[in-house]
């Protein structure tokens, strides 16, 4: 048997990932899709915490274009994020994995409140830790959360599991057909080109504590188990060469 090559991961699920091809809302095979796929990372004994986003639910975009002040638009958008948590929980616990969800605001009749020895605790229990609320903080992304909660639990890499993007390229393939895909980068490499990852907190903060992170494609399936037992795939992007 191939020995995996993490122990501990943050899996970055962004809100769209749940959405499929329709954008809004959650789509009942994606999600389930996931959740199996999860599952059978699990079952390879690594201890899997998710940050999940909500812009399949509420984008701070909308909030602009309403007029709305940013600070209540993130808050809107952490509230979509527990949302999501709730699904994924749901989903998971059906396939008979156990679960705990933690916000980072309160809300005691759902979850519980993030408290980082209980979920080094829940993780080293055999138990999937779904961080919602993001930070808890106005403008801060959920890609600042993943940094965040991989450098507080102690995880080895952070998964970004895109929708439909195989890895990082040098502009949208979509639109430019020269655009080049990068196999490795590092957090440096991605703030001084600008590349569309995550945000420059984010990518600060996991260079700073030295957190490696995959950028893969989530719809193609088995995806998550060939990036935990260390198979070339998506874009590596590392905190120090």
């Known amino acids: 048997m191939i020995e995996p090559k993490y122990k501990r991961v943050i899996l970055k699920v962004s809100g769209?990932?749940?959405?499929?091809?329709?954008?809004?809302?959650?789509?009942?095979?994606?999600?389930?899709?996931?959740?199996?796929?999860?599952?059978?990372?699990?079952e390879l004994g690594i201890e899997i915490a998710i940050v999940v986003g909500g812009g399949n639910i509420w984008r701070g975009q909308v909030g602009s274009e309403m007029g709305m002040e940013r600070a209540q638009a993130d808050y809107m958008g952490m509230l979509a994020t527990v949302m999501n948590a709730l699904a994924l929980q749901d989903c998971l616990e059906n396939v008979g994995v156990p679960t705990r969800v933690q916000t980072s605001i309160?809300?005691?009749q759902i979850a519980e409140p993030y408290i980082r020895r209980k979920a080094e605790r829940h993780l080293e229990k055999g138990r999937v830790v779904i961080f919602a609320g993001g930070t808890g903080n106005p403008y801060f992304s959920t890609d600042t959360t993943a940094a965040l909660r991989a450098?507080?639990?102690?995880?080895?890499?952070?998964l970004m599991a895109k929708n439909n993007v195989d890895g990082v390229y040098s502009a949208d393939p979509k639109i430019d057909?020269?655009?080049i895909k990068y196999d490795e980068l590092t957090h440096l490499d991605i703030i001084n080109k600008g590349l569309q990852v995550m945000d420059s907190t984010a990518s600060s903060l996991s260079m700073d504590n030295n957190i490696p992170l995959v950028v893969f494609n989530l719809n193609e399936p088995?995806?998550?188990?060939?990036v935990v037992l260390g198979e070339t795939i998506g874009t590596t992007v590392r905190g120090k060469r």
């Open 16 to 42: 769209e990932a749940l959405a499929g091809d329709t954008g809004f809302g959650i789509q009942p095979p994606v999600i389930n899709n996931i959740c199996k796929e999860i599952k059978e990372v699990k």
């Open 106 to 108: 309160e809300m005691r």
């Open 177 to 179: 057909s020269s655009a």
């Open 222 to 226: 088995g995806n998550i188990k060939r």
């Open 151 to 158: 450098a507080e639990i102690g995880a080895d890499v952070i």
